[in-house]
Every structure is written in structure tokens, then in C-alpha cells.
């Protein structure tokens, strides 16, 4: 079946610095999300990406919907505290639109 | 807006309890969703509802108990839970009227606790 591979899995990261994370496929998507979620609370949409080669912002974040439309990455730029989180990328399932396929996440950390 | 409400915000229940769990959207979404989460895991899809029919039921044990009143709320009934089925659950809804308005946006969850 359909999997999403995403990385890094963790990372701990400086503020202001710059993070990107990525998710890979061996099956084509027609869809990217990528979501945050903060603990306790329920995954906020960053962006969605509809189109291959689409690259869209949302302020300091940045997403691009792979050529081959089996990858996707997310950049963070100049990283703030608040940005601490878990980021799951999410992509629906070629049988059926309302079934999402997900990365496993990835956790991210910034020391002030 | 897209902005899913769901209340409680947190629930502790015993196994011989009866819950329900409520959300509610006024996006004019027509698919809304119930997903279960544990800690540092991606969300599990339950049921899906389209246009107020249950349209996905992802092999639910029978103590969950979905409901759709309207185009605007969906309740999650509870009953003889297992502590295993504590977790977060999480309500979402999208467009529904093809396949790039499936789009989902999620609700803040309810914070499960079964003793």
C-alpha cells in the first residue's frame, strides 16, 4: 500500500535558524499537507499543495510539491520557539480521496 | 474560518460508563471525520461522514457509536470502553464535493481517559 516516508524523524535546533524536512514516496500523490501539531492539541494546516512543482508560502514557512509528485519538503526559516512542534505530512489515498496517508512526523525542537 | 470545535475538552470515564464526544463545524463542510491519536503517532482515521451518511467505518469496535444530526454536528457515542481506548480523538471536516475539496481541517480534540 501507500507509504510516506518522513525525515528527520527528531532534531533540535537553535532559534533563528533555518529547519527543512522532507517526505518521500514510492507512490505518486496528487495532494500534499503538511500539518503542525503542539501536544494535546490537534493538527493545525500549514499548507496544501496541489500541483507538481508547486511552491507556496505561509510567512516563514515554505513547501514545494515535488516534480515527480512523490516528495514534498517544508522549510522553516529564521526557527522561534514557537515553532517547537511535531510536523506530519498527510497525502490521501489513491483509492479513496477522505482516507489520508501519513508520515510518522517529525519532532522538532528549538532552544531559545 | 475553519475553525472545528469538539467539547469536551478533556473526559475521564469509567469502562461501565456512557460518554458522548461533540463537534461541531459551520464551514458548510459536508465530510466530517472522527480520528483516534495516541501520544507521538499520526492520527488513525474511525468513520467518515458524507452529506450526513456514514460512508468509511475503518473496522470500529461496536463501543464506538458515531452519529451525524445534521450537516453541522457529529457525536461520538461511548460506551463499555477499554483503558486502551484512551488516546486523543480528534474531529475533522472538509469541503466533500470532489476530490481537491477533501482538504481536511481538524478540531483541538478531546483528551480521553478510560479507568
Known amino acids: 500500500g501507500q507509504q510516506l516516508n518522513q525525515s528527520p524523524q527528531s532534531m533540535f535546533i537553535q532559534e533563528g535558524e533555518d529547519v527543512s524536512m522532507n517526505c518521500t514516496s514510492s507512490s505518486i500523490f496528487n495532494t500534499w499537507l503538511w500539518y503542525k501539531q503542539d501536544p494535546g492539541e490537534g493538527p493545525v494546516l500549514l499548507i496544501a499543495l496541489y500541483k507538481a512543482g508547486e511552491l507556496t508560502s505561509n510567512g516563514r514557512l515554505t513547501a514545494q510539491f515535488g516534480i515527480t509528485r512523490k516528495d514534498s519538503f517544508l522549510n522553516i526559516s529564521a526557527s522561534i520557539p514557537s515553532d517547537v512542534g511535531i510536523y506530519f505530512c498527510a497525502g490521501p489515498n489513491a483509492g479513496n480521496n477522505r482516507k489520508l496517508i501519513w508520515g510518522l512526523g517529525t519532532s522538532l525542537g528549538v532552544n531559545p | 474560518d475553519t475553525e472545528v470545535t469538539q467539547t469536551p475538552k478533556h473526559l475521564v470515564m469509567g469502562m461501565t460508563n456512557k460518554k458522548s464526544l461533540k463537534c461541531e463545524q459551520h464551514?458548510?463542510?459536508?465530510?466530517m471525520y472522527w480520528y483516534k491519536q495516541k501520544a507521538k503517532k499520526p492520527p488513525e482515521l474511525m468513520f467518515v461522514y458524507s452529506y450526513e451518511k456514514l460512508s468509511i467505518n475503518e473496522s470500529v469496535p461496536s463501543r464506538f457509536s458515531p452519529e451525524c444530526p445534521n450537516s453541522s454536528l457529529l457525536n461520538l457515542h461511548l460506551h463499555a470502553l477499554q483503558p486502551e481506548d484512551s488516546a486523543l480523538y480528534l474531529c475533522?471536516?472538509?469541503?466533500?464535493?470532489?476530490?481537491?475539496?477533501?482538504?481536511?481541517?481538524f478540531g483541538p480534540g478531546t483528551r480521553l481517559t478510560v479507568l
Open positions: 475533522a471536516s472538509s469541503l466533500g464535493q470532489g476530490p481537491l475539496t477533501d482538504t481536511q481541517y
Open positions: 464551514m458548510g463542510h459536508r465530510a
